[in-house]
């Protein structure tokens, strides 16, 4: 194929997932309210809003990650659809079987930063505010202070099934990951210190899973990548 025709197919292959994306927003929007009042069940006090349009933002900013969550499967078939041709048989299986694991991976990444990183942060800016100023939260400020702690964990969480498929399809192997890893480590400690509330406790129990994370794909990828030797070797022996 040549260059323009690659675009093409690539441009076909973004539609398709923005289609599924606002499909699955519209869809989750009767969801919102119920998840709404779940989440904000332990607040200390009623969230305000400055307008008329707040919560209607609200609600699109819960429904958008639903739809995230929804679209990511979709978006690792169309990836997996654009780089069929360059695999063989056994890879595109293979390679198929990771598609499942997007979707799992970031809601687990949003349950990590709801269930543990959120309400420590939390409660560290509240004991900040607490002798200075009176605490008053509009549900736009909460939810968006939420999803930028939440979301970037969401995404840090793909690690592994993304490092297996790269593996998988040659542009990653162990070696060159272990020899990054002290590059890797960096950037996750800079990712969980921007994250995270200026104290030693809060950091490193963000950035902990993170290298543990770190480490299990690399370990994958060592699987993934003798297989992938195992079925060339068996090929050229055919």
Not at 19 to 30: E, G, H
């Amino acid at each position: 194929m040549r260059v323009s025709d690659h675009l093409q197919e690539l441009r076909i292959r973004l539609i398709v997932v923005m289609v599924w994306f606002i499909l699955s927003l519209l869809c989750a929007l009767p969801l919102v309210k119920p998840i709404y009042r779940y989440i904000v069940r332990d607040a200390e006090v009623k969230l305000a809003i400055l307008g008329p349009a707040d919560i209607v933002w609200v609600y699109f900013m819960i429904a958008g990650v639903i739809a995230v969550a929804a679209a990511l499967p979709v978006a690792g078939l169309q990836l997996w659809l654009y780089v069929k041709p360059a695999l063989e048989a056994k890879e595109r299986r293979a390679a198929l079987t990771y598609i499942p694991a997007l979707a799992l991976l970031f809601i687990a990444g949003i349950a990590f930063g709801y269930v543990i990183v959120f309400p420590m942060v939390l409660s560290f800016l509240k004991e900040i505010a607490a002798e200075d100023f009176l605490a008053m939260y509009t549900a736009d400020k909460y939810f968006s202070f939420l999803l930028n702690l939440t979301v970037p964990l969401g995404i840090l969480f793909e690690m592994p099934v993304v490092i297996m498929f790269l593996t998988r399809i040659g542009i990653v192997n162990p070696k060159r990951l272990a020899k990054t890893r002290k590059l890797s480590y960096f950037l996750l400690v800079v990712a969980s210190v921007l994250i995270t509330p200026p104290d030693l406790i809060s950091d490193v129990l963000v950035i902990v899973p993170l290298i543990l994370l770190y480490e299990i794909s690399v370990t994958l990828s060592g699987f993934v990548y003798r297989k992938k030797l195992r079925m060339e070797a068996e090929a050229e022996a055919a």
